[in-house]
């Protein structure tokens, strides 16, 4: 074997790209060369070996660091741009290597997302302040050395912003002074976490009277399953006694009804939640928190549906004890919610709270309350995404009320106004500015979902408990069977436009009418 054999061999293994399986192979013919070479052509070919190794271990290093800088160029303010275009659902989704432009036909042919009360896109900016939690801060915020400093600086600043989002109205209540405490900020993993946990701690908490006489829980008929389905487990187990009080054809119950169904001594929690994810309906929490808080009786709300399309100030919720905030309805990552406890509350009129955990017992963290490591990069994006909500509140109303209205007007337009029937209530004071539950006489939604799906994302319902029968919500509405079979819920966002309005009633009516045979 002469000297360019040799060469050959290393510069082989230097420059192709790596494959364990080929580079054994070269290997193996290589050897096998070498035990029918000279000494001193063994020697160098040996020589050449190592070479080749060393550069395959090097290209191999080279690789990765390019891969982890790509990575973290993403927190880069310099590409904004692109993480616009790859977060936001109403462009095209992009592949690994995204730019920051796209072209005007695969925006046509890109999904309109209705479903934002389903979940929400990871906001870019909200991304942009998780990263460095992600990539390089990220200690324990239990841990007393300095790579735990920040994560405990960022989980306590989120704590910050997102009790600003129940930042009072009017600053003259002078029987809440601590009512903004961070420390009434706990973090769970869910919307359904921070509901249980309300639950429970009105029952852990109770006077040994009322825990020995069974305690009694009023709620709505409307509840999401982290609220209902929880509490016909309780019943089951014996654990308490549930009232709920049926709403009205438009979605509302009323507050003198929740008022009457409280038990003198024995009620020991009323739940109510602000809104309705699947009407948009709003309940009326201030005037019941309000008869709650003056009779000793706390009061919990599940305003997760609510956060970033109306207020939730204490305040205008009649100063709740406890109030449940999600994440990923707000542009936060899924995995993050909270719920805010008013200091003190589980202290009041005979109630005491045991010094462990409630739900999830293990470490202190969450104030003793509820043990496991946060979940510091989502926490941090959970408090950018309050901070944004409560700066965009306004403003992003309005726009979305006048985008469902325009969703409405053209669906009446192409199908008629007698196909089209809109549930919950007329009142725009009394819904959600984005939610629009519209039902389509003698339409399957199901099937036309199915129709639709690649190019309009909706639902039928409540996205976490959709079953493809009329739901729960719509049978407490009494809203009528042939409108209720094709009601689809279409939630808009504060980046969704016109022309996404326009285009998707224009697909759910074309659908509709070959459905209906009318097309």
């Given at each position: 074997?002469?000297?360019?054999?040799?060469?050959?061999?290393?510069?082989v293994?230097?420059?192709?790209?790596?494959?364990?399986?080929?580079?054994?192979?070269?290997?193996?013919?290589?050897?096998?060369?070498?035990?029918?070479s000279?000494?001193?052509?063994?020697?160098?070919?040996?020589?050449g070996?190592?070479?080749?190794?060393?550069?395959?271990?090097?290209?191999?290093?080279?690789?990765?660091?390019?891969?982890?800088?790509r990575?973290?160029?993403?927190?880069?303010n310099?590409?904004?741009?692109?993480?616009?275009?790859?977060?936001?659902?109403?462009?095209?989704?992009?592949?690994?290597?995204?730019?920051?432009?796209?072209?005007?036909?695969?925006?046509?042919?890109a999904?309109?997302?209705?479903?934002?009360?389903?979940?929400?896109?990871?906001?870019?900016?909200?991304?942009?302040a998780?990263?460095?939690?992600?990539?390089?801060n990220?200690?324990?915020?239990?841990?007393?050395?300095?790579?735990?400093?920040?994560?405990?600086?960022?989980?306590?600043?989120?704590?910050?912003?997102i009790?600003?989002?129940?930042?009072?109205t009017?600053?003259?209540?002078?029987?809440?002074?601590?009512?903004?405490?961070?420390?009434?900020?706990?973090?769970?993993?869910?919307?359904?976490?921070?509901?249980?946990?309300?639950?429970?701690?009105?029952?852990?908490?109770?006077?040994?009277k009322?825990?020995?006489?069974?305690?009694?829980?009023?709620?709505?008929?409307?509840?999401?399953?982290?609220?209902?389905?929880?509490?016909?487990?309780?019943?089951?187990?014996?654990?308490?006694?549930?009232?709920?009080?049926?709403v009205?054809?438009?979605?509302?119950?009323?507050?003198?009804?929740?008022?009457?169904?409280?038990?003198?001594?024995?009620?020991?929690?009323?739940?109510?939640?602000?809104?309705?994810?699947?009407?948009?309906?709003?309940?009326?929490?201030q005037?019941?928190?309000?008869?709650?808080?003056?009779?000793?009786?706390?009061?919990?709300?599940?305003?997760?549906?609510?956060?970033?399309?109306?207020?939730?100030?204490?305040?205008?919720?009649?100063?709740?004890?406890?109030v449940?905030?999600?994440?990923?309805?707000?542009?936060?990552?899924?995995?993050?919610?909270?719920?805010?406890?008013?200091?003190?509350?589980?202290?009041?009129?005979?109630?005491?709270?045991?010094?462990?955990?409630?739900?999830?017992?293990?470490g202190?963290?969450?104030?003793?309350?509820?043990?496991?490591?946060?979940?510091?990069?989502?926490?941090?994006?959970?408090?950018?995404?309050?901070?944004?909500?409560?700066?965009?509140?306004?403003?992003?109303?309005?726009?979305?009320?006048?985008?469902?209205a325009?969703?409405?007007?053209?669906?009446?337009?192409?199908?008629?106004?007698?196909m089209?029937?809109?549930n919950?209530?007329?009142?725009?004071?009394l819904?959600?500015?984005?939610?629009?539950?519209?039902?389509?006489?003698?339409?399957?939604?199901?099937?036309?979902?199915?129709?639709?799906?690649?190019?309009?994302?909706?639902?039928?319902?409540?996205?976490?408990?959709?079953?493809?029968?009329?739901?729960?919500?719509?049978?407490?509405?009494?809203?009528?069977?042939?409108?209720?079979?094709?009601?689809?819920?279409?939630?808009?966002?504060?980046?969704?436009?016109?022309?996404?309005?326009?285009?998707?009633?224009?697909?759910?009516?074309?659908?509709a009418?070959?459905?209906?045979?009318?097309?």
């Amino acid at each position: 074997m002469d000297i360019f054999t040799i060469t050959a061999a290393a510069y082989v293994l230097c420059t192709i790209p790596y494959d364990p399986l080929e580079h054994s192979t070269i290997t193996s013919i290589t050897v096998t060369s070498m035990t029918q070479s000279s000494t001193s052509t063994q020697a160098a070919l040996a020589v050449g070996l190592i070479l080749g190794a060393t550069g395959v271990a090097l290209l191999s290093w080279l690789q990765k660091q390019q891969q982890k800088q790509r990575f973290l160029d993403i927190s880069d303010n310099s590409n904004n741009d692109c993480l616009e275009s790859s977060l936001w659902l109403n462009t095209t989704t992009s592949s690994s290597t995204t730019t920051s432009s796209t072209s005007s036909s695969n925006e046509d042919d890109a999904c309109i997302y209705l479903d934002y009360n389903g979940t929400t896109p990871i906001y870019p900016q909200v991304l942009q302040a998780m990263m460095p939690y992600l990539t390089q801060n990220y200690g324990n915020p239990s841990s007393s050395h300095v790579l735990g400093r920040e994560p405990r600086r960022a989980v306590d600043q989120a704590r910050k912003e997102i009790i600003q989002l129940l930042q009072e109205t009017t600053s003259n209540n002078d029987n809440n002074n601590n009512i903004m405490d961070p420390s009434s900020i706990w973090f769970t993993s869910c919307g359904t976490e921070s509901d249980n946990l309300a639950i429970q701690l009105a029952l852990q908490s109770c006077s040994e009277k009322q825990a020995k006489k069974k305690p009694h829980i009023v709620t709505c008929n409307v509840e999401h399953a982290a609220v209902s389905a929880y509490l016909n487990v309780l019943v089951d187990q014996g654990a308490c006694t549930v009232t709920r009080v049926p709403v009205d054809a438009s979605g509302c119950v009323s507050s003198q009804a929740m008022i009457a169904a409280v038990r003198t001594k024995k009620t020991v929690l009323v739940t109510l939640m602000l809104a309705n994810n699947e009407s948009g309906a709003l309940q009326p929490c201030q005037a019941v928190a309000a008869y709650c808080r003056r009779a000793g009786i706390l009061f919990h709300t599940d305003a997760a549906q609510a956060v970033g399309k109306t207020s939730v100030a204490l305040d205008r919720l009649g100063y709740p004890d406890m109030v449940s905030l999600v994440g990923h309805k707000i542009g936060a990552p899924k995995g993050v919610a909270c719920l805010y406890v008013r200091p003190g509350s589980m202290q009041e009129h005979g109630r005491a709270l045991h010094k462990h955990g409630v739900l999830m017992i293990g470490g202190a963290q969450e104030f003793g309350r509820r043990g496991g490591t946060e979940n510091v990069p989502s926490i941090v994006g959970f408090g950018r995404a309050a901070a944004m909500a409560k700066d965009g509140l306004e403003k992003n109303a309005v726009h979305m009320h006048a985008m469902r209205a325009r969703l409405l007007e053209k669906l009446q337009e192409l199908l008629g106004k007698d196909m089209v029937r809109a549930n919950g209530p007329e009142d725009p004071a009394l819904r959600l500015p984005n939610t629009l539950s519209v039902g389509l006489k003698g339409v399957h939604s199901g099937d036309l979902l199915g129709c639709i799906g690649d190019k309009v994302a909706a639902s039928a319902g409540a996205t976490c408990h959709s079953t493809g029968a009329i739901s729960s919500v719509l049978q407490a509405m009494k809203v009528p069977e042939e409108f209720a079979r094709g009601t689809l819920r279409l939630s808009l966002g504060p980046k969704t436009t016109a022309k996404d309005v326009d285009k998707a009633a224009a697909i759910i009516a074309e659908a509709a009418k070959k459905q209906l045979g009318t097309a």
